[in-house]
């Protein structure tokens, strides 16, 4: 993308990782179209040969063209972890859509810039992402405090102002799965907003917020490799990004909420009757909803 094309000042990093994550799309498109056997790392935690190859792949492209940068991925890249720029990259983020050729995932890399005063525990800044779908061929880049773009055009999040007006998205964990509240959450937002899409990909899900495709989403337990390109895109659209609780999203946090910042306030409020106990629908048993079906059928006549 030029910088013309995107009327911002000039990039930094964009330019060489858009190009990187280009590469590492084009060779997950390669393995999407022939199909790959599946591998698994926990008991539906899967993996496959396209994860490793391409998470292989951005690293040594990584080190050609940024070569003092650390690089820390998902498929066990620990490199140069001590210098003041780190790329957290998840080389398919939606794997288990893309071993059942289900056609929602991407490349996400996101670049924190990390002072040499700070501890190892402290957050440094996250200062570009990129995320690419490589079957939409839709890549949205940021650079901190120059906006974010899809394919060379700003983004914005979404304007809508009511979570009754608002399409929602989550995900669920693949590792201890009988551990995450989720399900109860997703119960509630559903029921309270325009609906909750669980399309499998959360960089995705984050790029759409940034986008305005989506006005919210929130995970419980997610990783930076899943998040940090994400992140930088929300905020640089004009969004929010915290826990569950309103504070400052921390790198490590885990749990994230990401919202257009319009909404995150009413989406805060349900976290917060929901840890209490509060506020929740009851579920009906199988007879009562069969009653109330009939309730509504013979009112209408
Ligand atoms: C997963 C996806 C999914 C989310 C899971 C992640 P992976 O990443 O982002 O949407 O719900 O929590 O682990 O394993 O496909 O890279
Ligand atoms: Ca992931
Ligand atoms: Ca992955």
Redesign the pocket.
């Given at each position: 993308m030029s910088n013309a094309a995107s009327g911002t000042q000039q990039w930094v990093w964009v330019p060489k990782a858009s190009e990187i994550a280009r590469q590492a799309g084009a060779r997950l498109r390669e393995f999407f179209s022939q199909g790959v056997a599946t591998e698994y790392k926990g008991d539906v935690d899967v993996v496959t040969i396209a994860d490793r190859t391409v998470e292989k792949l951005i690293r040594t492209r990584l080190s050609e063209v940024f070569p003092e940068h650390g690089v820390y991925g998902?498929e066990g890249t620990r490199e140069r972890l001590e210098g003041e720029f780190r790329w957290y990259v998840?080389p398919?983020?939606?794997?288990?859509n893309f071993a059942h050729g289900f056609p929602q995932f991407c490349v996400s890399m996101g670049l924190e810039q990390r002072p040499a005063h700070l501890k190892p525990e402290e957050d440094g800044t996250l200062v570009a992402g990129v995320i690419y779908d490589p079957l939409r061929d839709e890549l949205f880049s940021s650079e901190k405090g120059k906006g974010a773009f899809l394919n060379g055009k700003p983004i914005r999040t979404s304007p809508i102002s009511k979570l009754a007006e608002a399409l929602l998205a989550t995900?669920?964990?693949?590792r201890k799965r009988h551990a995450s509240p989720n399900i109860h959450f997703y119960q509630e937002f559903t029921l309270r907003s325009h609906g909750v899409r669980r399309a499998?990909?959360?960089?995705l899900?984050l790029a759409y917020v940034a986008a305005g495709r989506l006005e919210g989403f929130w995970?419980f337990?997610?990783n930076p490799w899943?998040t940090a390109a994400g992140i930088l895109l929300v905020e640089e659209a004009g969004g929010r990004v915290t826990d569950f609780e309103g504070r400052r999203y921390r790198i490590d946090s885990r749990e994230i909420l990401a919202s257009n910042g319009s909404i995150h306030q009413e989406l805060l409020a349900l976290f917060a009757d929901m840890f209490a106990g509060r506020d929740l629908s009851p579920i009906p048993t199988p007879a009562e909803w069969a009653a109330q079906r009939e309730a509504e059928a013979a009112a209408k006549g």
């Open positions: 998902e998840d398919l983020d939606g794997t288990t995900g669920f964990p693949s499998g990909s959360a960089a899900d995970e337990n997610l899943d």
